[in-house]
């Protein structure tokens, strides 16, 4: 998982290859009229989610303000509610159309702003591993198949003290392995923690060692178990092993490390693949070692390696139950990377919520979650929420970690820890995957949650606004948080809230560019009193009808 220098904060617990599709100039849309979508939010909070290529052409009527006092405002959001990761289509929306528009060169879609560090690269290499059920591994020959499918050594956990040889991935697309030897350094009845018998001196002795087997015991294995379901025990031994070894240091250069980040830990999917030749063939966690001198790569202290190692493992473990549950238990695919990696992130956030609000400990687990979020929020524009450049970009993953929030919190019955687990169980203990699965499990199509949640990024604790119950998180009061990070670190938060919708009269909206799969765009068209009402035409930037199959949507609801 990589890992990038961020300030350490302690902060409150606020309760509250892209697809590409471009567009002729062929068939315009006929311009605005008086027949199209009747836009009716007579009362503040009302909204509504439209399909432009229904009979009305893309065309949205409003009202006239009938206030000759109050002015009026609704926030509009053009998006794509495909479940397709990867969908984009050019899009325009602009206001009191009543022209054909000119036609114009055929529109090519912008690229995803996706630029993948190396260590970014090697996690999604592992996720999209895990995708495919690792199955263009090379595997072993047919006559050791037998032997490969057998534990790698006695059923029970092993000894304190007992050293074993592991094949650990060297390379980025896992394309050679390192024999490394190492020892058990600490052992609980749920995990074993072995250290390179090669590490650098100046390494965790054994209380601090223990110190962490503690954690992985008492609030990492049993939060993450909860909320998703048990990992696999291919290897009988009854504990999760964690190996902390140089060869996860090596993986990135030292330049590498100082310029993007570095991969604190990893869990490798092929462990659970018996046939391939290089599996190790039980439940592994991966961990950089300590370093204080940098002989390896960039230096790690003792103190950073304790600190980043929890955070890393709860997101990692995650994938490996994620991996039994779909593909071990039931024989399907992995999770979809977006969805997957949505889930992890939330994983650190319940790792952060064992600790008391406020403390390091619950800063150090957020604080990543938080970040990337903030990059998601502050230009949706140039994000995906269904991303399939790997894993998406770190804004990408604040927003898979925003929309799992959003979907825990409105549909899992009521706000108990338990009630959620059970929720997110119900989401990793199936065959299915993506947005089909989360339309099964809330109950609602794809499409409706994804709008709702659109709307909810910007309404659910906007001030002196009251936002109907299913356009909220409960979990969070973002806008808080982001006002106490702004006043902390200005400089990583550089606004007391991520996301600033563009604003214009209703007659003068003029937006255009290129929606990407679950994102939108957001634009707040005002009304001064007696305005008369206007009209916006939502078509490809060319002029032309939105493709159905990508599911285009304009929500708009009443601000005032």
């Given at each position: 998982?990589?890992?990038?220098?961020?300030?350490?904060?302690?902060?409150?617990?606020?309760?509250?290859?892209?697809?590409?599709?471009?567009?002729?100039?062929?068939?315009?849309?006929?311009?605005?009229?008086?027949a199209?979508?009747?836009?009716?939010?007579?009362?503040?909070?009302?909204?509504?989610?439209?399909?432009?290529t229904?009979a009305?052409?893309?065309?949205?009527?409003?009202?006239?303000?009938?206030?000759?006092?109050?002015s009026?405002?609704?926030?509009?959001?053009?998006q794509?509610?495909?479940g397709v990761?990867?969908?984009?289509?050019?899009?325009?929306?602009?206001?009191?159309?009543?022209?054909?528009?000119?036609?114009?060169?055929?529109?090519?879609?912008?690229?995803?702003?996706?630029?993948?560090?190396?260590?970014?690269q090697?996690?999604?290499f592992?996720?999209?591993?895990?995708?495919?059920?690792?199955?263009?591994?090379?595997?072993?020959?047919?006559?050791a198949?037998?032997?490969?499918?057998?534990p790698?050594?006695?059923?029970?956990?092993?000894?304190?003290?007992?050293?074993?040889?592991?094949?650990?991935?060297?390379r980025?697309?896992?394309?050679?392995?390192?024999?490394?030897?190492?020892?058990?350094?600490a052992?609980?009845?749920?995990?074993?923690i072995?250290?390179?018998?090669?590490?650098?001196?100046?390494?965790?002795?054994?209380?601090?060692?223990?110190?962490?087997?503690?954690?992985?015991?008492?609030?990492?294995?049993?939060?993450?178990?909860?909320?998703?379901?048990?990992?696999?025990?291919?290897?009988?031994?009854?504990?999760?092993?964690?190996?902390?070894?140089?060869?996860?240091?090596k993986l990135?250069?030292k330049?590498?490390?100082?310029?993007?980040?570095f991969?604190?830990?990893?869990?490798?999917?092929?462990?659970?693949?018996?046939?391939f030749?290089?599996?190790?063939r039980?439940?592994?966690?991966?961990?950089?070692?300590?370093?204080?001198?940098?002989?390896l790569?960039?230096?790690?202290?003792?103190?950073?390696?304790?600190?980043?190692?929890?955070?890393?493992?709860?997101?990692?473990?995650?994938?490996?139950?994620?991996?039994?549950?779909?593909?071990?238990?039931?024989?399907?695919?992995?999770?979809?990377?977006?969805?997957?990696?949505?889930?992890?992130?939330?994983?650190?956030?319940?790792?952060?919520?064992?600790?008391?609000?406020?403390?390091?400990?619950?800063?150090?687990?957020?604080?990543?979650?938080?970040?990337?979020?903030?990059?998601?929020?502050?230009?949706?524009?140039?994000?995906?929420?269904?991303?399939?450049?790997?894993?998406?970009?770190?804004?990408?993953?604040?927003?898979?970690?925003?929309?799992?929030?959003?979907?825990?919190?409105?549909?899992?019955?009521?706000?108990?820890?338990?009630?959620?687990?059970?929720?997110?169980?119900?989401?990793?203990?199936?065959?299915?995957?993506?947005?089909?699965?989360?339309?099964?499990?809330?109950?609602?199509p794809?499409?409706?949650?994804v709008?709702?949640?659109?709307?909810?990024?910007?309404?659910?604790?906007?001030?002196?606004?009251?936002?109907?119950?299913?356009?909220?998180?409960?979990?969070?009061?973002?806008?808080?948080?982001?006002?106490?990070?702004?006043?902390?670190?200005?400089?990583n938060?550089?606004?007391?809230?991520?996301?600033?919708?563009?604003?214009?009269?209703?007659?003068?909206?003029?937006?255009?560019?290129?929606?990407?799969?679950?994102?939108?765009?957001?634009?707040?068209?005002?009304q001064?009193?007696?305005?008369?009402?206007?009209?916006?035409?939502?078509?490809?930037?060319?002029?032309?009808?939105?493709?159905?199959?990508?599911?285009?949507r304009?929500?708009?609801?009443?601000?005032?």
């Open positions: 998982m990589l890992r990038t220098r961020l300030p350490r904060l302690a902060l409150p617990l606020f309760l509250g290859a892209v697809a590409c599709s471009g567009d002729g100039a062929g068939p315009q849309l006929p311009p605005c009229t008086a199209g979508f009747a836009v009716t939010l007579p009362v503040v909070g009302a909204y509504v989610s439209i399909d432009p229904g009305d052409s893309g065309c949205v009527v409003f009202p006239a303000n009938g206030s000759g006092i109050d009026a405002e609704y926030v509009v959001v053009p794509l509610a495909t990761p990867g969908h984009t289509s050019s899009f325009r929306l602009l206001g009191d159309t009543i022209r054909p528009a000119t036609p114009t060169a055929p529109f090519a879609v912008a690229p995803a702003i996706v630029e993948l560090s190396p260590a970014e090697f996690h999604a592992l996720r999209r591993g895990d995708e495919s059920g690792w199955r263009d591994l090379p595997q072993v020959a047919p006559t198949l037998g032997a490969a499918r057998a790698a050594g006695p059923a029970g956990p092993p000894a304190y003290g007992s050293t074993r040889q592991f094949k650990v991935c060297a980025l697309d896992c394309s050679r392995f390192d024999n490394v030897t190492a020892t058990v350094r052992l609980k009845t749920k995990v074993a072995y250290v390179d018998n090669l590490a650098p001196a100046g390494g965790l002795d054994s209380t601090a060692l223990d110190s962490l087997a503690i954690v992985f015991q008492t609030r990492l294995y049993p939060t993450d178990t909860a909320a998703f379901g048990r990992e696999s025990d291919i290897d009988t031994n009854s504990v999760v092993l964690v190996l902390m070894t140089n060869t996860v240091n990135v250069t330049q590498a490390c100082q310029a993007t980040g991969v604190a830990g990893f869990f490798f999917g092929g462990d659970l693949t018996p046939s030749a290089n599996s190790n039980g439940e592994i966690f991966y961990a950089l070692v300590p370093d204080p001198s940098g002989t790569s960039c230096a790690h202290s003792t103190v950073s390696v304790q600190r980043i190692v929890p955070v890393t493992f709860i997101h990692e473990f995650q994938h490996m139950i994620s991996f039994n549950q779909h593909v071990l238990l039931r024989g399907g695919d992995g999770e979809v990377l977006w969805l997957n990696e949505g889930f992890s992130h939330y994983a650190e956030e319940l790792g952060g919520r064992t600790y008391a609000p406020g403390t390091p400990e619950f800063s150090r687990f957020t604080i990543g979650d938080l970040f990337n979020a903030y990059q998601f929020l502050d230009s949706t524009r140039n994000h995906f929420l269904l991303a399939t450049e790997g894993i998406g970009s770190l804004a990408e993953r604040g927003a898979a970690w925003l929309f799992v929030r959003y979907i825990v919190d409105r549909y899992a019955g009521d706000t108990t820890v338990a009630a959620r687990n059970t929720f997110t169980q119900s989401l990793l203990q199936t065959t299915l995957t993506g947005a089909q699965n989360v339309a099964t499990q809330t109950g609602d794809f499409d409706v949650v709008t709702r949640w659109a709307l909810a990024n910007w309404v659910s604790d906007l001030p002196g606004f009251t936002a109907p119950p299913e356009l909220t998180y409960d979990s969070w009061s973002f806008r808080t948080t982001y006002a106490s990070l702004h006043a902390q670190d200005a400089g938060f550089p606004k007391d809230y991520p996301l600033t919708p563009t604003a214009s009269a209703g007659r003068s909206v003029s937006l255009s560019g290129t929606l990407r799969a679950g994102s939108g765009i957001y634009h707040r068209a005002l001064g009193p007696s305005a008369a009402g206007f009209t916006l035409l939502f078509s490809t930037a060319s002029g032309g009808p939105l493709d159905a199959t990508r599911f285009p304009l929500s708009v609801i009443r601000i005032r």
